[in-house]
């Protein structure tokens, strides 16, 4: 499987769950009665709070498309940089929480650096062979086409 194919997934997979622990977290009791009262984690639920939750989810959504599409040194940069700095973002949904959720924290934020080590895994043993170029006359499934040969 193509490394650009295998970042896709594991990003689109880190998303996913990163979205749901957030919508799991809704039935936690009291919590939808925070949200009404404007506080999220201790935090004033006003404008810098979600802007700062959009960009804390549009990025993983965002390196589902660079992943696929990004040139091969720059998606490897990428990949390595965004993993790295999420890591420390995955643990910080735990802070200030009770232990009587520490098996659902501990589960989601473990999956989330499992799939962030996979990134950074994959990220970093990129192969750095440079493939022969491609001619025009020939496909990706099919021999390159022959001169005839001189008399």
Same mark, same amino acid.
């Given at each position: 499987?193509?490394?650009?194919?295998?970042?896709? /997934? %594991?990003?689109?997979?880190?998303?996913?769950?990163? @979205?749901?622990?957030?919508?799991?977290? *809704?039935?936690?009791?009291?919590?939808?009665?925070?949200?009404?009262?404007?506080?999220?984690?201790?935090?004033?639920?006003?404008?810098?709070?979600?802007?700062?939750?959009?960009?804390?989810?549009?990025?993983?959504?965002?390196?589902?498309?660079?992943? %696929?599409? *990004?040139?091969?040194?720059?998606? #490897?940069?990428? &990949?390595?940089?965004?993993?790295?700095?999420?890591?420390?973002?995955?643990?910080? &949904?735990?802070?200030?929480?009770?232990?009587?959720?520490?098996?659902?924290?501990? *589960?989601?934020?473990?999956?989330?650096?499992?799939?962030? %080590?996979?990134?950074?895994?994959?990220?970093?043993?990129?192969?750095? #062979?440079? /493939?022969?170029?491609?001619? @025009?006359? /020939?496909?990706?499934?099919?021999?390159?086409?022959?001169?005839?040969?001189?008399?």
């Amino acid at each position: 499987m193509p490394v650009r194919a295998k970042l896709a /997934a %594991a990003w689109t997979g880190f998303m996913f769950l990163y @979205l749901y622990v957030d919508y799991l977290a *809704l039935y936690k009791p009291g919590f939808v009665d925070d949200i009404r009262a404007g506080i999220v984690h201790e935090f004033d639920a006003g404008p810098t709070f979600v802007a700062v939750a959009l960009t804390l989810m549009a990025i993983p959504i965002l390196m589902i498309l660079l992943s %696929a599409t *990004l040139p091969a040194r720059v998606n #490897r940069g990428i &990949n390595l940089v965004v993993a790295t700095l999420y890591i420390p973002v995955s643990m910080f &949904n735990a802070v200030g929480e009770s232990w009587t959720y520490f098996y659902f924290y501990g *589960l989601s934020i473990g999956l989330e650096v499992l799939f962030l %080590a996979f990134i950074l895994r994959s990220a970093w043993t990129w192969p750095r #062979r440079i /493939a022969p170029p491609v001619t @025009l006359a /020939a496909g990706l499934d099919s021999e390159p086409l022959r001169r005839p040969q001189q008399t």
